[in-house]
């Protein structure tokens, strides 16, 4: 079997690790480092760039190199690369190859399974667009973990004889989390899971930047807002002046030629103290209690019963969070796990405990938890919108839930069951995962059918429904990513596995097979053969068939010309 390796997919950075001759061990780049900048981007010739490359290309093509794609994972957001435009699935994916391709050279074979952390109050369909991109790059996604669980499972490696509740606080580049754990005898429970999805250092550099962009257009009357590249080299710039602040009081930021002032090149120049930085930024640290309160609350204790905060992300060098949480909390965190490499230190424990290269005898027993409340839509109060709670967030998992419902109507014959995640007690106002109908069921009077409603979720951190109708034992099961196309996918569905998918398939495995072969092609034809294939891809990622049937068509076309069938 070939090895397993643990990926952490972040928003600004990506790293990679591996369990090997009983230890952990970071995977290098090519470029001989551990941290890979999440970017991706296509080159003036047409190719691909991934990593360190795409990051230094953002500044001068940014309309052609995606950064923080994390972001908009699990929505359909489509992201423009030059001409052709990409869903947050392919570019992850593209992602993912790269670490595939240089884990294999750095190991000296080949790496074809995988452990993927990702944010702990990630949902559903955005663990499910991991998984997507992790297989569309060539693993096998052996787990999906939540990474502050997964930088506890490399914490707690370390101090197994440990008896203590660890939160763990992780502010990356775009997500927090916030995960309270209890530590005892090698066992390692998360009791309590939280945070915001939408809250990490990229927010700083974005408040740093308007502070930057607004002095700019007060001393020229020139707003950059609109000015792609300007705006590239204003976020690099107040990234770094952000990362320089985290060790000394002030910086000073100079951008040459960052625009055209009546005929000549104007230059930004601003010094930005760490005081300045700390005011522009508290309101984002202030975001950070409410999911800290909420996870306490959930695990059922108090402050006074912490015994370690342990600091995970790149966020938490500046010295504002430790003293936001000093003044919060009244305890000291500590980085007890380096900031970067935790994760996926952990991620590559996961893989070893799974692959069987660490001894379960001598391993960890690790629990974790779901992060948000799943339920059905339901009319208990008449307003046909209430969220029947099926699954409470915080319950360890797996779990498997079961609800029993009755018809509401005399002579009701279908019932529509909506799935929601969150936690409102309006169901609209939560986030909707999947509906689906019970047909044929028996007319009789009211409350005399009865329907059983299960919510499994697993350790992946998926949900999948069921539900059976007692008086026929008739069952009936969703798949929750059916939700993103709505009806449309879910008949489209079987065709994605039918004949018709598997062979457009294999012409795109003749053409990659070309395309890795850049002498055999003519550069012109090499292009064309190139786009024709991304765009099938696409086309089979959305289950589009009559885009599939299009591009499918165009690339073997293309393949006959190729393989010197003239045109
Ligand atoms: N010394 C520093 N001071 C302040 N911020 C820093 C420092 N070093 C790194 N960062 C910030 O940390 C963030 C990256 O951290 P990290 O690599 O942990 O995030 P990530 O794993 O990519 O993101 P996420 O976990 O949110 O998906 C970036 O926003 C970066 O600017
Ligand atoms: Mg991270």
Not at 75 to 81: K, N, R
Not at 200 to 229: A, I
Not at 517 to 546: F, M, Y
Request: proline share 4%; hydrophobic share 40%.
């Amino acid at each position: 079997m070939s090895r397993t390796i643990g990926i952490d997919l972040g928003t600004s950075t990506t790293e990679a690790a591996v369990y090997r001759d009983g230890k952990k061990e970071l995977i290098f780049n090519p470029d001989g480092l551990a941290i890979t900048p999440s970017a991706v981007g296509i080159d003036e010739s047409g190719n691909w760039v991934v990593g360190e490359r795409a990051r230094a290309q953002y500044l001068m093509l940014p309309e052609s190199t995606a950064i923080e794609v994390k972001r908009k994972t699990g929505t359909d957001e489509a992201i423009t690369l030059g001409r052709a435009r990409y869903t947050p699935i392919e570019l992850q994916a593209k992602l993912l190859s790269y670490v595939r391709a240089y884990a294999s050279a750095y190991l000296g074979e080949s790496v074809d399974r995988a452990v993927i952390s990702v944010p702990a109050y990630f949902n559903d369909m955005q663990r499910r667009d991991t998984i997507r991109a992790g297989e569309l790059a060539g693993f096998t996604v052996e787990r999906i973990l939540n990474e502050p669980t997964a930088a506890a499972l490399s914490y707690g490696l370390d101090h197994m004889e440990e008896e203590s509740h660890v939160l763990v606080y992780d502010l990356g580049g775009g997500t927090f989390d916030v995960t309270l754990l209890e530590m005892f005898d090698g066992v390692l429970e998360v009791k309590a899971s939280g945070g915001d999805n939408q809250l990490g250092g990229k927010d700083f550099d974005e408040l740093l930047m308007e502070h930057l962009l607004g002095r700019f257009q007060d001393r020229t009357g020139k707003n950059l807002r609109k000015d792609r590249r300007a705006l590239a080299r204003i976020k690099d710039e107040a990234e770094k002046c952000k990362i320089a602040l985290s060790d000394s009081e002030s910086f000073h930021i100079l951008i040459p030629a960052i625009c055209v002032l009546g005929g000549v090149p104007a230059e930004l120049d601003e010094t930005v103290t760490r005081a300045q930085f700390e005011t522009l930024t508290k309101g984002l640290l202030q975001r950070t209690h409410e999911p800290i309160d909420t996870v306490l609350a959930d695990a059922g204790i108090t402050e006074n019963e912490i015994d370690h905060v342990i600091l995970v992300g790149g966020s938490t060098r500046m010295p504002m969070v430790a003293r936001d949480i000093l003044d919060y909390l009244g305890i000291e965190p500590v980085h007890a796990v380096h900031p970067e490499y935790s994760v996926a230190e952990g991620a590559a424990v996961q893989a070893g405990i799974i692959s069987g290269e660490i001894d379960p005898a001598e391993s960890l027993i690790m629990t974790d938890v779901n992060p948000y409340t799943l339920g059905v839509r339901t009319d208990d109060d008449g307003s046909g919108d209430c969220m029947n709670v099926v699954i409470p967030r915080n319950v360890t998992i797996p779990v498997t839930r079961t609800e029993r419902y009755t018809t509401c109507r005399d002579y009701q014959t279908e019932v529509l069951v909506e799935v929601y995640q969150g936690e409102s007690r309006i169901a609209t106002h939560n986030h909707r995962l999947g509906k689906f109908y019970i047909r044929s069921i028996p007319a009789r009077p009211v409350g005399a059918e009865e329907l059983d409603i299960s919510f499994s979720y697993d350790l992946n951190g998926i949900l999948k429904v069921s539900a059976v109708l007692l008086s026929t034992g008739m069952e009936k099961g969703i798949e929750i990513d059916m939700a993103k196309g709505g009806e449309k996918a879910q008949d489209l569905s079987g065709w994605k596995e039918a004949e018709g998918a598997k062979t457009w398939r294999a012409v795109i495995r003749t053409a990659e097979r070309l395309l890795s072969r850049p002498q055999a092609l003519p550069e012109a034809l090499r292009g064309s053969l190139r786009e024709a294939t991304d765009e099938l891809k696409k086309a089979l990622i959305h289950g589009n068939r009559e885009d599939a049937e299009a591009e499918g068509d165009t690339l073997r076309e293309l393949l006959r010309i190729a393989k010197g069938g003239g045109v």
